[in-house]
């Protein structure tokens, strides 16, 4: 192990050498309370920015080992300190001057949501941060000095403010993993309690703006319909009462702009667990729920959808179904056998944004065309059966058509963002509206049939490296996709993803499984299930080989690995 001051004299000896000089640095160097690792060096001032990472030993981070005794407290932990590091590198990002990116300090940016990040990462030897450091330069010269400056007066000093427990708010930390521990409880007794999702009393669910996700400073707080009010005690807050969503087929309407989107929204990100002062920090959904919808031109490829879409005209078998441009109602159709696939236990749906003709046929279309001339079962007549046969629970909105309240167990009004359980009056309606009596085909479980390509790289014609086989890039395009290789793989509308880091790591999950188990044999099923093994185990880790692995990625669902492998067309 190499010490501080070898860091020291290697940096007098590049200085004003040409930028290629910096990569002599690469290497770990002991400092007095933390290892730095530089382990990767840019090619030049303008390219992206040099990957770093310190680790400090648990003896002198000194935090209460029961602050990372369990995944949640770790999680909860690691984000924790990445905002604390955030904060302090903030103040030091370019105070070191130079060309392009000289002097540019950052790490992962945490949103409301907490998130297991490659940014900071606890295990039994400690913690690792991970972040990028700007090499400084003029023009294409080094300037040593400038870097001298970031790791040894800056970074000491954000790493001790950052990460030792005696310098940071014992109490903050403390609320901090006592609210972690008291949503996950919650999320336990869901099933418990045959609910599907709790949204407490008091909750802010309304955000300040369609492009921010904090809380709007004037809002109505949540209040719940007696009717469906819980309380659970909770091991650290206490009793703590809200709304109860249970098992079955829960419909949400209401008028315009009265709150059911805005309910809907909270729902679908009460999988993940947020941040104090969000407002929605006890609304917890069932940790497999699945947010759906219609996705015109959506790429389909061996899914069987028979339980919604049977003999088409030009007698294309739906239990094998193939298409480079499904329809609305057919890629909805597939996201939701794709959903059960993945292990979903609740549906998420919004009928602003499904396909209206997927979703339910009125009695005159009924009337006009007959039911075999209509490849399309609708997802009316399919929700008890995925109810009582699969056991998938539904969450609906609903603004225009009225067939849905003969299905739902449990119908909630928003009501100027006050919800009203009306079960009740609106089972007494049902009889005046009756529905046309309709035999739906017999309820049948999808089987799995696509099956990921082996593909062989392409050989460099020319340059350097010409005969070898051509790395597979990835390039993100922050939230909505990536492009892998010559393809792009459209997430527009996994609306879960909330984080540009975990459709970072998508692609490095899918690059991953490209190269290494994509045998021509494997089913999308057996692929994400042992990635789902290794990432339980050893966490995006795994993916770097024995290498390191850089800050910029954080863990997506296996819902959302799914939805990624099956966009891909290979």
């Given at each position: ?172 930390l403390e609320q901090t993993i006592f609210l972690a521990e008291d949503q996950t409880y919650i999320r336990s007794q869901l099933a418990k309690r045959n609910l599907v999702a709790f949204v407490a009393d008091g909750s802010i669910l309304p955000r300040e703006s369609g492009i921010s996700s904090r809380p709007m400073k004037v809002s109505i707080p949540f209040t719940s319909p007696e009717s469906l009010r819980v309380t659970m005690d909770l091991p ?81 078998d739906t239990r094998c179904f193939s298409t480079e441009d499904a329809s609305g109602s057919t890629s909805q159709a597939a996201g939701i056998v794709e959903g059960m696939e993945a292990g979903s236990r609740v549906f998420l749906l919004d009928e602003d944004t499904s396909a209206t003709n997927f979703m339910v046929r009125d009695v005159f279309m009924q009337e006009v065309i007959a039911r075999e001339k209509e490849p399309i079962t609708p997802f ?191």
């Amino acid at each position: 192990m190499q010490q501080s001051t070898d860091l020291q004299n290697l940096l007098h000896s590049v200085h004003r050498k040409s930028y290629p000089a910096y990569k002599s640095l690469k290497g770990s160097y002991q400092f007095d309370n933390y290892i730095l690792s530089i382990d990767h060096v840019q090619g030049d001032p303008f390219a992206s920015p040099s990957h770093i990472s310190v680790r400090i030993s648990h003896k002198t981070a000194g935090f209460p080992r029961e602050y990372y005794s369990d995944h949640v407290t770790r999680i909860t932990l690691s984000d924790y300190l990445t905002r604390q590091f955030e904060k302090q590198v903030s103040h030091y990002t370019f105070r070191a001057k130079g060309s392009g990116k000289s002097g540019l300090i950052s790490v992962s940016h945490c949103g409301q949501e907490i998130l297991e990040r490659t940014a900071c990462e606890i295990t039994e030897k400690g913690i690792t941060a991970r972040f990028f450091i700007g090499f400084p330069a003029n023009g294409r010269t080094i300037n040593a000095t400038e870097l001298e400056k970031i790791l040894f007066d800056f970074l000491p000093v954000c790493v001790q403010k950052a990460f030792l427990y005696r310098n940071i708010n014992h109490k903050e930390l403390e609320q901090t993993i006592f609210l972690a521990e008291d949503q996950t409880y919650i999320r336990s007794q869901l099933a418990k309690r045959n609910l599907v999702a709790f949204v407490a009393d008091g909750s802010i669910l309304p955000r300040e703006s369609g492009i921010s996700s904090r809380p709007m400073k004037v809002s109505i707080p949540f209040t719940s319909p007696e009717s469906l009010r819980v309380t659970m005690d909770l091991p650290h807050k206490g009793k703590i009462s809200g709304m109860g969503i249970p098992e079955g087929i829960t419909l949400i309407v209401g008028g315009g702009y009265h709150g059911k989107s805005t309910l809907l929204n909270a729902l679908e990100l009460g999988v993940y667990n947020h941040i104090s002062g969000d407002g929605r920090e006890y609304v917890i959904t069932d940790d497999t729920a699945l947010k759906l919808r219609s996705e015109d031109g959506r790429f389909i490829k061996d899914v069987d959808i028979s339980l919604f879409i049977n003999d088409l005209p030009n007698k294309k078998d739906t239990r094998c179904f193939s298409t480079e441009d499904a329809s609305g109602s057919t890629s909805q159709a597939a996201g939701i056998v794709e959903g059960m696939e993945a292990g979903s236990r609740v549906f998420l749906l919004d009928e602003d944004t499904s396909a209206t003709n997927f979703m339910v046929r009125d009695v005159f279309m009924q009337e006009v065309i007959a039911r075999e001339k209509e490849p399309i079962t609708p997802f009316l007549e399919r929700a008890e059966d995925l109810y009582k046969k699969a056991g998938i629970s539904t969450i609906l909105v609903a603004g225009s058509s009225g067939a849905f309240f003969h299905i739902a167990d449990t119908i909630i009004q928003m009501d100027s963002y006050h919800p009203v359980d009306i079960s009740e009056k609106v089972r007494g309606l049902c009889g005046k509206y009756p529905l046309n009596p309709v035999k739906a085909p017999e309820f049948r479980f999808p089987e799995s049939h696509r099956i990921m390509q082996k593909q062989t790289p392409a050989v460099r014609s020319h340059g350097r490296n010409a005969g070898r086989p051509e790395q597979l890039k990835i390039k993100v395009h922050g939230k909505d996709g990536f492009l892998i290789g010559k393809q792009d793989v459209d997430l527009r509308y996994v609306e879960q993803l909330i984080d540009p880091e975990q459709t970072a790591a998508l692609g490095l999950l899918l690059k991953y499984t490209i190269e290494k188990l994509a045998d021509g044999t494997r089913t999308i099923d057996d692929i994400v299930k042992y990635l789902a093994d290794q990432l339980k185990h050893k966490g995006l880790s795994f993916l770097s080989e024995g290498s390191y692995i850089p800050c910029g990625y954080a863990m997506p669902r296996i819902q959302e690995i799914y939805s990624c492998f099956n966009r891909y067309r290979r």
